[in-house]
């Protein structure tokens, strides 16, 4: 049966070769006039079509390597050889494939050393089209498919099917647009290799200055994004801990108001927090104007710069590192407290020698999360940040401003990521295997112990006060969309909603005339596109991950990881880099924006579907096996109907990202795929607060819709617990 | 021939789960997989249903050669530990999960499933979740959905570590009297050797990834082959004694001062390991019959229906149950053991 699999796979190739446009047209393949030129035309010409009538020569060996795909899956071999044959036949077709993809582009030769070798090269290539992709799945599938015959994966195809789609997936998508971006620091404008432009580059005062310590003017953008970002982690950190601490250990009454404030950032376009602020603090602010028109004082600009940004990110991210930290705070088993109880321990003590020291691993990681979080935040330094630049707006204007400097872009990314990535091995190295997680399946019979008084104190003195001044500003900023001008005309007033949201009665029907109808149905459109590939991909990665056992497991969890911890803003230029020139020629497209919100977004799902697999018992997919389920029908039967928690998550958490994501889009997007976030940010950097804040709420309402609205659809997980 | 195991070897990076056994189950028996944990039975019994696939070595079933197939393609049905019935599927759903994924049509696979039901005595529990039966009956669940399929070989793993003692008799039973009926080849794993001895046509004993021994539960109790298995089957005291061979079939053995005729055709003559087992050791008061070996009370219990001594013998300290509690023994007490014949086994070293 697999090999008759191998066989079709074979003809979708040899079919998408003769029948299929190899290369990527301007206008797709939805008109339909390619059908005409499939022979004749030099663009829609089909692959054996331009091999043979239009000089790319180059193409044949991908296609005979398809061949011999043919030969192997008819020849009479058994199901081992066959498998052996299928994987040497395949690979070299992927190999082939790429090495024509890569070695021929729009003038010829990649690489100078070619055309001393080969010499002068008379054709060219466009980026990869529908054709080409079809033939690159049917050699991946081939080779899954050999691999399997070969026993690997269990013989199963399907599994290694998924792990060669997921791997391969990966590689492209996130691998290689960050390889390329190192490549891109190395390289001067005209695409020559000086490995020493890189220092050149990242040599800069404007980057490393210290000038600030001194009292003269600013500091470097590095050591701001860096000291911003320990300053982000740290007060993060201690807010979350503070609220984790409230919730669990104190009879605090309005605990779930407290859950409810962890959900608000989550689904708030990151910069709204920064808007927020500046209707508080701004020169037009509430605060100014009070103090000008009681006390006189001339309103200042302290908002705009370090002070402001940091307290931005501290409102957007305590959530988060209150979403991490909770469990952690739960999972300290109450046994051990008491146990320290018991040893004379007075309360006080025990916190700070047994149940603080447990939470280590779990304030490392909040620590992480936060200081990753800030320095890849693109939208509150923009809006805030005044003269006091950081990497992600650094990087912003070295793209899209007057510079247009892409080696810069590229070398400032490198920086951006290997402080990131400096911060994740960092934490890894102190956490390291150290897991206290005392969570067992054994019962906990403890109760957890109170804080002790000085503790509550402490942690209700900053929480509260904070939770409510957060509350506020998220009614300030509901307010904001209502009122005519903030500031100066307080006249309550529909026209930002009108503005953005006007929808026309015409003769010839309805039209859609207010300005944010287009970004905002783009919007919708790829994050509802994004959302379900996202869990998908992150869903299927963390069966393989958790249920499978396979050789190199553990790299392509570390890959996965790694993804998670690479800024949005160096995928955003990554991507820019990467996928501007053939063979993969996807800028501009709707098509790189969906890619991007997908493998942005998959870790989040992957390591909800990891946590919710982890739980349960493996003995349930075996049994399946066992009663003829294969793979596929145990991960359909068996497997997502348990995980409905977790698809939910990834779901909502896919699109809502989507929909709020900022920094890793903002290079993406054209004028013909404009999206809200970014719609929104040019809004406020011209300085129109009343539009921005109106569509910000709407996308507030959108996305509460949403997160109801897939709720309904994938429903409950039925595991008929008897009622209580 | 059901299962045939060549020469298998199962590896997990440098060490051996299991390391080269061979074996068969003829078709219609019940055979048990015995040992302590860690032992390789478990991966043993994986490898038939082919959830773990050997390093080396073949495994046939029904005469076919499945050494490289998944479990999803052989034609084996398991009972899980855990039972591992599907928490989001009615009990009716559970057991005819396997007929619908063998593409058999809804209306049949419904029938065959009630059919099943029927069969473990659960007729009428359709529409139940799983969590709303009871430990006994999630394990009739677990069988029913098992043999609904009609496997050439049903492989039970520690099916009833979950229950507790008194329905752990009865599952057994209930277990053994289905297989019965239904001639069904059944491989059951368990680390319990009187569950073992209860259920089982023959038991293969392993040990360290290997087969220790097999046979009959009878040969296993009478006839282990090595001191572990005297121990493993049954308690018994390990004790050095000679052996002299009287005649083709019986050897005496001297074990300190006394001295016994056992049957035996295999032993060899000279100093050996010998097992003697606790109930066949009669003590009674010094100076007790010739041939009673002399001993010392060491430390003696009640418990209700017989009494344990440990007592001190020229041979070693041994210990030994005895069914007479009206007139108990205390410590110090001098006496003498007198040895029955079938309780004395030679072990192989």
């Given at each position: 049966m697999i090999a008759r699999a191998a066989l079709i796979w074979v003809a979708a190739g040899v079919l998408a070769i003769v029948l299929v446009p190899w290369y990527a047209l301007e206008d797709g393949l939805g008109s339909g006039s390619w059908l005409a030129g499939l022979w004749s035309s030099d663009e829609a010409a089909s692959g054996l079509a331009q091999a043979v009538g239009h000089g790319k020569w180059w193409l044949a060996p991908t296609f005979a390597a398809l061949a011999s795909c043919l030969v192997v899956s008819l020849a009479p071999l058994a199901p081992g050889r066959r498998g052996t044959w299928l994987v040497v036949a395949s690979a070299c077709g992927l190999v082939l494939f790429a090495a024509q993809a890569f070695a021929v582009s729009l003038h010829g030769w990649t690489a100078g050393w070619m055309t001393s070798w080969f010499g002068e090269l008379d054709g060219r290539q466009f980026g990869i089209g529908a054709g080409g992709t079809l033939v690159l799945i049917a050699f991946l599938s081939l080779l899954s498919i050999g691999l399997a015959l070969r026993g690997a994966f269990g013989g199963d195809a399907f599994v290694a099917g998924a792990m060669t789609a997921v791997t391969s997936s990966i590689l492209l998508f996130t691998a290689w647009p960050i390889l390329h971006i190192l490549a891109q620091a190395f390289q001067d404008q005209d695409?020559?290799?000086?490995?020493?432009?890189?220092?050149?580059?990242?040599?800069?005062?404007?980057?490393?200055?210290?000038?600030?310590?001194?009292?003269?003017?600013?500091?470097?953008?590095?050591?701001?994004?860096?000291?911003?970002?320990?300053?982000?982690?740290?007060g993060s950190t201690a807010l979350g801990l503070a609220f984790a601490l409230i919730v669990t250990r104190?009879?605090?009454?309005?605990?779930?108001?407290?859950?409810?404030?962890?959900?608000?950032?989550?689904?708030?376009?990151?910069?709204?927090?920064?808007?927020?602020?500046?209707?508080?603090?701004?020169?037009?602010?509430?605060?100014?104007?009070?103090?000008?028109?009681?006390?006189?004082?001339?309103?200042?600009?302290?908002?705009?710069?370090?002070?402001?940004?940091?307290?931005?990110?501290?409102?957007?991210?305590?959530?988060?590192?209150?979403?991490?930290l909770i469990g952690v705070v739960e999972g300290v088993s109450p046994t051990l407290e008491e146990a320290s109880q018991t040893l004379r321990a007075s309360p006080w003590a025990t916190f700070v020698t047994v149940s603080l020291p447990l939470m280590i691993p779990g304030l490392a990681n909040a620590f992480l999360v936060g200081f990753i979080e800030s320095i890849a935040d693109f939208g509150n330094p923009i809006v805030l940040g005044g003269d006091f630049g950081v990497l992600s707006t650094e990087i912003y204007f070295a793209v899209v401003g007057a510079q247009l400097d892409y080696g810069r872009a590229a070398a400032l990314a490198l920086l951006l990521l290997a402080l990131a990535l400096g911060a994740f091995f960092l934490q890894r190295r102190v956490v390291g295997g150290r897991s206290y997680a005392t969570i067992s399946g054994k019962g906990d019979a403890g109760l957890p112990t109170p804080l002790p008084r000085a503790g509550r104190r402490i942690a209700q003195w900053v929480a509260l006060p904070w939770a409510a001044f957060t509350i506020l500003l998220y009614g300030f900023t509901f307010v904001g969309g209502l009122v005519k001008v903030w500031g100066r005309d307080y006249t309550p007033t529909l026209n930002h909603y009108i503005k953005a949201f006007a929808i026309e009665r015409a003769p010839q029907g309805v039209i859609w005339s207010g300005a944010a109808w287009n970004s905002f149905w783009t919007t919708v459109e790829l994050a509802a596109i994004a959302a379900p590939l996202t869990a998908a991909l992150g869903l299927?990665?963390?069966?393989?991950?958790?249920?499978?056992?396979?050789?190199?497991?553990?790299?392509?969890?570390?890959?996965?990881?790694?993804s998670f911890a690479v800024p949005g803003t160096v995928i955003g230029v990554a991507y820019v880099f990467a996928f501007n020139v053939p063979p993969l020629e996807?800028?501009?497209?709707?098509?790189?924006?969906?890619?991007?919100?997908?493998?942005?977004?998959?870790?989040?799902?992957?390591?909800?579907?990891?946590?919710?697999?982890?739980?349960?018992?493996?003995?349930?997919?075996?049994?399946?096996?066992?009663l003829r389920g294969r793979a596929p029908q145990t991960l359909f039967y068996v497997v997502m109907p348990l995980l409905r928690p977790a698809v939910v998550g990834a779901l909502v958490y896919g699109f809502v990202r989507a929909v709020t994501t900022v920094s890793a889009v903002v290079f993406l997007v054209t004028a013909e795929y404009d999206l809200a976030t970014t719609y929104i940010i040019l809004r406020v950097i011209n300085g129109d607060y009343g539009l921005a804040i109106a569509y910000s709420c709407a996308l507030i309402v959108l996305m509460l819709a949403a997160i109801l609205l897939i709720q309904f659809l994938v429903g409950d997980r039925r595991l008929g617990r008897r009622a209580p | 021939m059901s299962v045939q195991f060549t020469d298998v070897v199962k590896r997990y990076g440098a060490t051996a789960a299991v390391s080269g056994i061979s074996f068969t189950v003829e078709s219609?028996?019940?055979v048990t997989l015995l040992g302590p944990s860690g032992c390789g039975k478990t991966t043993t019994l994986r490898m038939i249903a082919g959830l773990e696939l050997p390093s080396a070595g073949r495994i046939e079933i029904a005469g076919r050669d499945v050494t490289r197939l998944s479990a999803t393609q052989r034609d084996v049905s398991m009972v899980f530990q855990s039972y591992a019935l599907f928490p989001h599927m009615s009990v009716l759903e559970n057991v005819a999960y396997g007929l619908r994924r063998s593409a058999i049509a809804r209306e049949e696979a419904t029938r065959r499933a009630r059919e099943g039901l029927a069969t473990v005595g659960?007729?009428?529990?359709?529409?139940?979740?799983?969590?709303?039966?009871?430990?006994g009956q999630q394990q009739r669940v677990a069988v029913a959905r098992a043999l609904v399929l009609k496997p050439s070989v049903l492989l039970f793993d520690e099916p009833l570590s979950n229950l507790d003692a008194r329905l752990r008799r009865q599952m057994r039973e209930e277990i053994r009297d289905l297989q019965c009926r239904l001639a069904l080849t059944v491989v059951y794993v368990t680390h319990d050797q009187?569950?073992?001895?209860?259920?089982?046509?023959?038991?293969?004993?392993?040990?360290?990834?290997?087969?220790?021994?097999?046979?009959?539960?009878?040969?296993?109790?009478?006839?282990?082959?090595?001191?572990?298995?005297?121990?493993?089957?049954?308690?018994?005291?390990?004790?050095?004694?000679?052996?002299?061979?009287?005649?083709?079939?019986?050897?005496?053995?001297?074990l300190g001062s006394a001295e016994i005729e056992i049957p035996d055709a295999t032993a060899a003559e000279g100093p050996a390991m010998v097992a003697v087992r606790p109930e066949a050791i009669t003590v009674e008061a010094a100076p007790g019959p010739a041939g009673a070996l002399p001993g010392t009370i060491a430390k003696a219990n009640y418990l209700g229906t017989h009494m344990e001594y440990s007592i001190d013998t020229e041979a070693g300290t041994l210990f030994a149950t005895c069914p007479r509690v009206d007139r108990p023994l205390a410590a110090a007490d001098k006496v003498a053991l007198v040895l029955a014949p079938r309780g004395v086994i030679v072990v192989r070293e």
């Open positions: 695409g020559a290799l000086r490995p020493l432009l890189v220092v050149e580059r990242l040599a800069e005062p404007k980057i490393w200055s210290l000038r600030c310590l001194a009292g003269g003017g600013g500091c470097g953008v590095a050591w701001n994004t860096l000291f911003l970002a320990l300053c982000c982690g740290v104190t009879s605090f009454r309005f605990k779930k108001i407290l859950r409810v404030l962890t959900v608000l950032p989550i689904i708030t376009p990151p910069f709204v927090i920064g808007l927020a602020l500046i209707l508080v603090f701004g020169r037009s602010g509430l605060v100014n104007q009070f103090l000008d028109w009681g006390f006189g004082v001339v309103a200042t600009r302290w908002i705009y710069g370090f002070p402001g940004v940091l307290l931005a990110q501290l409102f957007a991210f305590t959530p988060v590192a209150f979403l991490v299927i990665a963390a069966w393989l991950l958790v249920r499978q056992r396979f050789a190199g497991r553990g790299a392509l969890e570390f890959v996965t990881m790694l996807i800028t501009g497209w709707a098509l790189i924006i969906v890619l991007c919100f997908v493998f942005r977004n998959m870790a989040v799902g992957l390591r909800a579907g990891m946590a919710a697999m982890s739980q349960i018992d493996r003995s349930l997919d075996e049994a399946s096996a066992t | 219609g028996t019940l659960l007729a009428g529990y359709d529409e139940r979740q799983p969590s709303q039966l009871s430990g009187q569950e073992a001895m209860a259920v089982s046509d023959r038991i293969i004993v392993m040990n360290a990834g290997r087969i220790e021994q097999q046979g009959t539960p009878r040969e296993l109790y009478e006839k282990p082959a090595t001191p572990y298995l005297a121990h493993f089957m049954g308690e018994s005291n390990p004790a050095r004694g000679d052996v002299r061979r009287l005649d083709g079939s019986r050897v005496r053995v001297r």
